[in-house]
């Protein structure tokens, strides 16, 4: 049974809006929510906040406060979180990529001062072995 009880407001940019706060068959506030599956992606539901919670799945409760998307309106959103997704995914492997080439450069310069140090070591043994005689 939905039990809906006080009003509360919130505004968004310079929109205002009045929404029902609703309480669940727990007795709990059912907190507002967004559906992201490819079947209702962006559209909004109380749940009960309960829900996902081990062992307490008794109370399913459950509204859907938007009305029902037009089939292209969710083809369109499920497209675009498809490639927000390709891009992040892009984005992590550019990171990991960019990480190991930071620790290639990090070994190059210990590798290039070392050889740096030889040459002047062996500069200095040719250049007092030369003078020595």
Not at 10 to 39: E, I, Q
Not at 67 to 75: A, F, G, Q, S
């Amino acid at each position: 049974m939905l039990m809906m009880s006080q009003q509360y407001s919130f505004s968004h940019g310079s929109r205002s809006s009045s929404r029902s706060r609703y309480v669940c068959k727990c007795g709990l506030d059912a907190p507002l929510m967004t559906a992201w599956r490819n079947a209702n992606p962006g559209r909004h539901f109380y749940g009960c906040g309960m829900y996902k919670l081990q062992g307490f799945k008794k109370c399913n409760h459950f509204v859907w406060l938007d009305e029902e998307m037009n089939p292209r309106v969710k083809e369109l959103i499920s497209s675009l979180l498809k490639n927000i997704n390709k891009e992040k995914a892009k984005v992590k492997s550019y990171k990991v990529k960019e990480e190991e080439l930071k620790m290639k450069v990090k070994m190059l310069k210990k590798q290039l001062k070392i050889n740096w140090m030889l040459l002047f070591v062996m500069l200095f043994a040719f250049v007092g072995t030369t003078l020595m005689k």
